[in-house]
Every structure is written in structure tokens, then in C-alpha cells.
């Protein structure tokens, strides 16, 4: 670092060695970057004036008479020299851009890409295989038709216990063991195999 002194304030101009740390913009790995840096700026006492067009200069800085505040300085120049996009290495493979995985690890990860316009025809397939849609294959007639879907809705029937004899039975039918429907005895109980 050199310090001039100089009718304006102070002149400072020198080399910076550092080591700047940033992530891989592709594979998202820790990038280590030797960093040197030419270093240049103007320090004047007071404050630093605007131009014509309203933006202060660039390489003028405010000095507060004791002490030089480099960190500016030098953040400036180092920015500056750093790459916008920094790389690990030149040719990093990255990060695979559907699922995320490491590119380096599996050379050979690939993905079936199917063209944008043939998407809509690919779900229709993919439904195809999970659903099995029935298909008539001949015309019906309306009332063989309704037949039909009447026999889709039925469902097994509810078994409820009788409340004399504990035994099953259909709701909303008299029980075929004692003859109790609701309370009440209707019908003699026709004997089982089991109550022989």
C-alpha cells in the first residue's frame, strides 16, 4: 500500500492479497478463489460532493482527519475482480435441473423428456394404465340399459342382530330363527340344522 499526500487529501493506491469463499453457481460446493486486487481511492476531509449528473465518484472516500477506513476500498476492488458466476472447476457437470442430484456422482442420470406438445397425450396413457373404464360393445336398449345400472348400485345387504335371540339376520325382515320382527312375533320360527 502506498499513501500520498496530495493537494484533494490523501491518495491510496497498492495490491490486495486475499482469499474470497462463494458457492458453485452450478453444483452448489464450497469455491475457494485467490483474490489480488488493485487498490485506488482518493480520501478527502469532509464530505465527498456530487457530480453534475447527481452520483458521487467512485473512487473518492470520506476521511475523518485520524484514520483511513479501507474496508470500502478494498470491498470494491475485490468485487469487482471476483467472477459473476463463480465455478469450482471450469467444466462442472452441476446439479440436475428435475430432481436435483449431483451431476458428478452419476455421469449418466437422465430424465425422459417428452416434447410440450405430446404432454397432454402422455397423462392420457398414464390414466389408461391405472383405470379400467367398461365399454359396452354393443348398443342397449333404454330399459336393458337401466337394468343394467340398477344391478351397478346394488350393494350387500346389512346384517343387524336380533334383539330375542341374538342371531343374525337381514334388516327390515323378520328373524328366520324366531319369527320377531321389531318387538313383535309374526311368523313361527322355522328350526335350523343347529337347534335340532
Known amino acids: ?8 487529501g490523501i491518495w491510496v493506491s497498492g495490491t490486495v492479497h486475499t482469499v474470497a469463499l462463494g458457492e458453485c453457481g452450478r453444483c ?8 489480488d486486487a488493485q487498490v485506488q ?5 469532509g464530505k465527498v460532493e456530487a457530480d453534475e449528473d447527481g452520483d458521487e465518484p467512485e473512487d473518492v472516500f470520506e476521511f475523518d482527519g485520524e ?9 470494491d476492488a475485490v468485487v469487482t475482480s471476483l467472477p459473476f458466476t463463480p465455478l469450482c472447476r ?10 436435483g442430484a449431483r451431476l458428478e456422482d452419476d455421469p449418466d442420470h437422465t430424465h425422459e423428456v417428452i416434447d410440450p406438445r405430446w ?71 322355522l328350526r335350523t340344522e343347529h337347534e335340532a
Open 90 to 99: 471450469p467444466d462442472c457437470p452441476g446439479l440436475c435441473d428435475q430432481c
Open 119 to 189: 404432454s397432454t397425450l402422455q397423462s392420457l396413457t398414464e390414466q389408461k394404465e391405472s383405470l379400467a373404464v367398461a365399454v359396452p360393445k354393443r348398443k342397449m336398449s333404454r330399459s336393458n340399459t337401466r337394468a343394467r345400472r340398477a344391478q351397478w348400485k346394488t350393494t350387500a345387504a346389512n346384517l343387524t342382530t336380533c334383539p330375542s335371540c341374538k342371531a343374525d339376520k337381514a334388516a327390515h325382515v323378520a328373524c328366520p330363527s324366531c319369527g320377531a320382527y321389531n318387538g313383535r312375533q309374526y311368523a313361527e320360527a
Open 67 to 75: 484514520t483511513l477506513d479501507l474496508e470500502d476500498v478494498v470491498r
Open 28 to 35: 452448489l460446493d464450497e469455491v475457494r478463489r485467490d483474490v
Open 1 to 8: 500500500m502506498s499513501l500520498e499526500s496530495i493537494s484533494e
Open 41 to 45: 481511492g482518493l480520501f478527502t476531509l
